[in-house]
């Protein structure tokens, strides 16, 4: 049908989830459907977009991927990611489907409600929220939230009167869901994935569709097609920033909680020490988030880094291209505060190494 509604997807989870892992796998796996994607990224260096684009996929070019890097989707939707829906739409060959990658701290809420805008809701429906859990990290208790707990807290001190912006941020994010993909689950047992899974569930008080994934891999069938038209129901999937300022008054949403930098260093000569020295890095500064790109001499292809809490990823992913110089560029994303040039010189020293291994 002519007039048929462009379904999209949008995909959120915290910070290291998988989020654009498992974009990448939709991507190979598409069967030749045209998708463009609205990655949002958080930071000054576009990883999950150069991480997309290096996939190849015909049906997927880079003209398909647009980057918003000016903020956070939820605090920039009348600037960014309206025109940029607009500019989508008015192309003369249109997608079939369009998935949105929010960036880790987004609210879902805005962004969804946004789909509302008379330009878009006659040509766009939201097919479905898609909210990547770290199953791994739930079950070590980093984001899990025990009500009773924190309320027997708040009792007896003061200072514990409000949940802190990570946990509230991971239940906005699943109250805002269509399908919750509970992600890394090859690396918990049954028994506490069942309990992940019982959490997350506890969070909505309406049915949700909860599955579980290894390595972002699952069926494109099952995270497209849902025909959830998320856009009409998504003002009764208040935010804890909604329902805070339940007032009518209007008020900032920012991420003042949250800092991020990209730090350069040399090429890294032995990857797998590089590594290791990164997870003390993580650990001694506590870093939230780490990615990015490394230069292995004698390597003609990027080495990718992706690195949440002490757990890191690495696999090389295209050559680099002729107009590129290889470097060595990281994202490094954590709570407001962070020792800038102490995570610099560390970073630095874990190429030392590295360097004297090469020689």
């Known amino acids: 049908m ?25 991507l190979q796996n598409a069967g030749g459907k045209r998708i463009a994607l609205i990655i949002n990224e958080f930071g000054d260096l576009g990883v999950d977009g150069d991480v997309l ?38 192309r003369e060959q249109r997608p079939d489907h369009i998935v949105i990658e929010t960036s880790g701290l987004a609210l879902p809420q805005p962004l969804v ?4 805008w008379p330009d878009i809701k006659t040509q766009v429906t939201v097919d479905g929220v898609v909210t ?12 899990a939230s025990d009500h009773d707990a924190l309320d027997a807290q708040r009792a007896a001190d003061d200072s514990l009167d409000h949940e802190s912006p990570l946990e509230e941020l991971f239940e906005d994010q699943i109250r805002a869901a269509d399908m919750v993909v509970l992600n890394k689950a090859d690396l918990v047992d049954e028994a506490r994935l069942e309990a992940v899974r019982s959490n997350v569930a506890g969070q909505v008080d309406r049915p949700l569709k909860v599955i579980h994934a290894s390595h972002g891999d699952l069926p494109v069938a099952v995270l497209l097609g849902l025909g959830a038209a998320a856009e009409d129901h998504i003002g009764m999937r208040k935010s804890h920033h909604e329902m805070h300022h339940a007032d009518g008054h209007a008020h900032d949403h920012d991420h003042d909680d949250f800092d991020s930098f990209v730090v350069e260093t040399g090429a890294v000569g032995n990857p797998e020490g590089f590594v290791g020295g990164l997870k003390s890095v993580i650990a001694d500064h506590d870093i939230l988030r780490l990615k990015g790109f490394c230069a292995v001499p004698g390597k003609p292809m990027r080495l990718v880094i992706q690195a949440v809490g002490g757990r890191i990823d690495t696999y090389f992913d295209r050559p680099w291209a002729p107009d590129e110089t290889p470097s060595t560029r990281l994202v490094v994303i954590g709570l407001h505060g962070m020792e800038r040039s102490a995570i610099e010189a560390a970073i630095a020293a874990a190429t030392l190494p590295t360097v004297a291994a090469a020689e």
Do not use: Q, S, W, Y
């Open 2 to 26: 002519l007039n048929a509604k462009i379904p999209a997807t949008v995909i959120t989870g915290f910070l290291g989830a998988g989020k654009t892992t498992m974009i990448r796998n939709m």
């Open 113 to 116: 409600a946004a789909f509302n």
């Open 132 to 143: 990547v859990i770290d199953a791994a990290a739930v079950a070590e208790g980093r984001f």
């Open 53 to 90: 684009k290096g996939c190849g996929i015909e049906t997927c070019t880079e003209d398909d991927i647009v980057e918003l890097t000016n903020g956070c989707i939820c605090c920039t939707v009348a600037d960014d990611f309206v025109p940029t829906m607009t500019a989508l739409l008015e």
